[in-house]
C-alpha cells in the first residue's frame, strides 16, 4: 500500500472498526484517524515503539458503534483533536473545513465533507495533487455503505458524496474505510464503482430504495456511543 | 506496504487468521498464503474481480487452528498447492525446499525453513535480493511468537528460526504473520527484535523457559484440523 508514508492499520475486533496511523517516512510526528477508546493503550505503545509524536488525531464522524479514543489520546500526548466543521462535538480542539488540506510532517490530507451516513461526515484523501489512499468513514464500505438510517443520515447525499464525490477519484486510489465486517482490509475506487452491490449498475432511485428499507437493529452502543463521542469519549468535566 | 505489487491482506475472525494475495502490478497471475477453507468464496470473488489468474496456493505449514482452504482452491481453479519439504501432507502438488525462490509473474518469494512452532514451518521472503516483506507463519507473530508445544514444536528451534535466520533480515523488512490476536496488521524485523516481549533482551535459555511455560489449551479445532489439513482440506478421496 501506501509507501514512503509510515502507515498502519488497527483492527478492534469489538466493533470492527479500522483505525489507522500515519507518520512521514522521514519525520517522527504522526496522525491517527478514528481511534477507539478500549484501543488506545495500543496506539500508545505502537506510537512510542515507532519513535512517533502524535500531534492529531481525527474522526470522521460522531460514531454511534463505539466510543471514541480522541479524548484520551489527547490526555495522554496534548495532540488536537479534530473532527469536520459540521461536528456538534464541542470538545475537539479545531474543526476542519471542506476542502482543507492537513499536513503534519509532509503528510497531506485533503478533507472532502461526505455526507449520508451522518450529516457532518468527512473523508480524507491521502496526497490530494496525486491521490492515493481516500480515508472513507463509514459513508463508503467495501462491497457495503454506512446505513444511512440515523444522525441526520440520508441515502440521497450518501450516493452523492459517494458518487459524486469520491467516485471521480482515479480508480486506483486505495479505500480505507472505518469498518470491515467481512475480513477485506482495502479496496479501490475502481474495484468499488465496478462490483459494490449497492452501486454498481444502480441508480439513484435505486439506491435510496435499497438504503430505505435494510431496517437495521440500532447499534448495541448507540444511546452511550453518540453522547461519549460528543464529548471525545470522555466525561465532559474531563473534555 | 509493499508497492508495486498487488496485495491484499484478509482476515479471518473466526481463527484471527491473516491470508495475503500477493500479484505483480503488471500481470494477472497470483498466489495465496495460508487460505482458510470457510473463506475460499471471499478469495474467489476478489481473484475474480481483480482480474487475477491463481496459479499457486501456500501453507506455511500445517495449521492445527483452522482448515486449510489449498485443496478448494485447487479445486476451483487447478492452481498448484504447494507446502515446505518437510510437510506430511501428500496432498500438495509440490513442495518448496529450504532456500527455493518462488517466482509467479514477477513475484520472487524466497523459501526459509523456520521450523519452531511445527517443524515443517517455513517463511516466505519477498524479494529475496532486497527484503521488502516475510510472511512468517506462526513461527514469528507480532509481539508474540507460536507455540511449541504440539506437531514436533521446540522452542530451541523457535529461537534459532527467529533469531537466527529471521533476525538476519533488514531491520526494515515488513513482517506479516499467519495471525493475530490484538488488532495489529503489519510489523517489522527492527519492530520485533527491539519490542518482542519474549525475545527482546532475551537468552534463547530464558525464551525456552518462557515457552515451556506458556501451559495454553490445546486449540479448539486441533484435532479435525490437522487431519483434514493432511489432506490439504478436503476429503481423502476428493483430494
Known sequence: MVSAV???QFFDSESSTYTYL?????????LILDPVKERVPHYLQAIEQLHLKLVLA??????????????????????V???????KAECVSAQVRDGEVLNVDGIRLQAMHTPGHT???FSFVLDPAQPRAVFTGDVLLIRGTGRTDFQNGDPEQSWDSIVGKLFKLPDE????????????????????????????????????????NLKLPDPRLMDV??????????????A
Open 6 to 8: 509510515l502507515f498502519r
Open 81 to 87: 483533536t479534530m473532527m469536520g466543521q459540521f461536528t
Open 119 to 121: 450529516d457532518e461526515s
Open 173 to 212: 486510489t486505495l479505500v480505507y474505510p472505518a469498518h470491515d465486517y467481512k475480513g477485506w482490509t482495502v479496496s479501490t475506487i475502481g474495484e468499488e464503482k465496478r462490483y459494490n452491490p449497492r452501486l454498481a449498475g444502480k441508480t439513484k432511485a435505486e439506491y435510496v430504495a435499497i438504503m430505505r
Open 58 to 79: 481525527v474522526d470522521t464522524h460522531t460514531h454511534a458503534d463505539h466510543i471514541t479514543g480522541l479524548g484520551d489520546l489527547r490526555a495522554a500526548t496534548a495532540c
Open 22 to 30: 500515519l507518520a512521514s517516512g522521514s519525520g517522527r510526528e504522526a
Open 225 to 238: 456511543a453518540i453522547q461519549a463521542n460528543l464529548a471525545c469519549g470522555r466525561p465532559r468535566t474531563a
